[in-house]
């Protein structure tokens, strides 16, 4: 569309060759920034464009809209193919809502088989128009996982605890009995051994019977963080009936509620925020340099040092380029000896750890995909589930010789049991702390090894990532901007979200390294 700006001209001199680029600049600037499209027709951005060179059109809204419809349908193209070449993906979905309105929003994460590198993309972000049932919720996940043609290839998704959530997927995919826990911010803990689907039986007997949900794994940062905030009223010197625990904390709230009311320009206090995990230990760290009190400072010290290897537990499963599904439960069994070591309080943080995560470290897949991690490797189970080594050994030896007996591979091997060199192999397997690469797996079947991987360790602990797209979308859904069609936000969180990946123009850099060397010399 891009040449229709240069009134149909046969020939471009070379100051008109730029305005392609620019014009497609100036579409991703939109993309990029996140501004309203209506921008490009104020006429103060024409009057400035005009004084810059008044060669140049911008273009028009309804023209801006169309190419970037256009740029929309060949990500998805380019996505779909992506996606069309894995074997297995895992998505990750959460809901949001902001000024009245709800969406539910989904990325794609996959490992790319020679590199081993963890990719992602943006998948959707739709407006909730109805009430967020469990059917509603499972009936959108579906449709985007049809959308993108990955139904059958994710092998997990994951969410946070919401109620709704769990019921879905209880409704709708894999049939399992589940532990119930009362979540968010209740402050009483109850658990208990319950068959939600034969709750929910009698709801879903309408219920389209062609929609099936993957495997559900729930957010194991959201999970933690409730053990971070809710379960620490249990423990004793931190209940909010302590004297000492409930005088710091009303003198924090007190401190943080003040500043607020200042009109000062000056320094400011970190505060916590209920959506970011961790704010309130980041706050309180903070908080602790300028705090005088000996009694305040000795009771929040205390807090800060126990939860700080909870704070970093929960930064590591937050990331997304190392969270090999792998790396879960041994990150977990490290945090728990930690927790342990409290003299006074190490048997309590015990129980509500295994309250939190004990049933974790009985979840097959999960002890699957921490074998079959080089930086662990199957030695790890003596230590994480010494009572189902064998079992999981087991299993990785029946999945591995169905790979080599489908494919074919490795067939130097011919003369030797296949079932014996495996078993050999995991016995001789060793662990490796060095950056994932297929040099880390076993020789003898190696392709076979590393597909295994891929699909344990494919799935993500944390759904931070689709975190990350509600903070783009809350730069678009602001207070101005509450009338923004469906179809203009979902384009607009999709581009933001898959520029990088697919390969689009994007801004080089090339303003940001002067600046950066411009700062040097001043220095």
């Not at 100036?26 to 951005?45: D, G, I, N, R």
């Not at 509603?136 to 049809?146: A, N, R, S, T, Y």
């Not at 423990?235 to 005088?247: C, D, L, N």
């Not at 783009?472 to 581009?495: H, Q, Y």
Request: net charge neutral; aromatic share 10%.
């Amino acid at each position: 569309h891009f040449t229709t700006y240069y009134n149909n001209s046969r020939t471009l001199t070379p100051e008109l060759t730029k305005f392609p680029t620019a014009l497609n600049a100036q579409a991703m600037w939109f993309v990029e920034t996140l501004s309203p499209l209506s921008l490009c027709e104020h006429p103060y951005t024409r009057e400035m464009f005009a004084y810059l060179s008044p060669q140049f059109q911008l273009m028009s809204r309804n023209t801006l809209a169309r190419d970037l419809g256009d740029l929309m349908d060949k990500a998805k193209l380019q996505l779909n193919n992506l996606l069309y070449k894995q074997t297995w993906v895992a998505t990750t979905a959460d809901s949001w809502s902001v000024q009245r309105r709800a969406f539910l929003g989904m990325t794609v994460h996959w490992i790319d088989r020679p590199s081993l590198k963890r990719m992602k993309a943006t998948l959707a972000c739709r407006e909730l128009k109805v009430s967020q049932t469990h059917e509603l919720l499972g009936e959108v996940i579906h449709d985007i996982h049809q959308e993108f043609g990955i139904a059958n290839k994710v092998v997990a998704t994951t969410t946070d605890n919401g109620a709704n959530y769990v019921a879905a997927f209880d409704a709708f995919g894999e049939q399992k009995e589940r532990l119930v826990v009362q979540e968010e911010d209740e402050e009483v803990l109850t658990a208990q051994l319950c068959d939600v689907q034969g709750q929910l039986d009698a709801e879903d007997n309408d219920s389209n019977p062609h929609l099936t949900l993957p495997p559900h794994r729930r957010c194991c940062v959201h999970t933690m963080n409730l053990l971070a905030t809710t379960d620490i009223n249990e423990v004793v010197g931190w209940s909010r009936g302590h004297t000492p625990w409930r005088k710091a904390t009303a003198k924090v709230q007190y401190l943080w509620k003040l500043q607020k009311q200042s009109l000062i320009a000056a320094n400011q206090l970190k505060t916590a925020i209920k959506r970011k995990w961790n704010s309130y230990f980041n706050s309180v760290n903070v908080l602790l340099e300028v705090m005088s009190l000996p009694e305040q400072v000795e009771v929040l010290t205390e807090y800060r040092d126990v939860m700080k290897p909870v704070a970093d537990t929960l930064d590591s499963l937050q990331g997304e380029d190392n969270a090999y599904m792998g790396i879960l439960l041994p990150t977990l069994l490290v945090l728990k000896r930690w927790l342990l070591q409290d003299q006074q309080r190490g048997e309590l943080f015990t129980v509500l750890f295994i309250f939190r995560f004990g049933v974790l470290f009985e979840d097959q897949d999960l002890l699957m995909a921490s074998a079959l991690h080089p930086s662990f490797t199957p030695t790890i189970l003596a230590r994480i589930a010494p009572n189902q080594a064998n079992a999981i050994k087991d299993r990785i030896v029946r999945e591995l010789k169905a790979m080599v007996e489908l494919f074919g591979a490795d067939q130097d091997g011919v003369d030797q049991d296949v079932e014996e060199v495996l078993r050999a192999t995991i016995h001789d397997w060793k662990p490796k702390q060095e950056s994932l690469s297929w040099a880390l797996f076993p020789k003898d079947h190696r392709e076979a090894w590393v597909d295994l991987f891929i699909k344990y360790n494919t799935p993500l602990p944390s759904s931070a990532a689709v975190e990350r797209v509600f903070s783009t979308a809350g730069d678009i859904v602001r207070p101005k901007r509450t009338a923004l069609a469906n179809a203009s936000f979902d384009k607009l969180v999709f581009l933001k979200g898959n520029l990088n990946l697919l390969g689009f123009p994007t801004y080089k850099g090339q303003f940001e390294d002067k600046q950066q060397g411009a700062k040097q010399e001043r220095k």
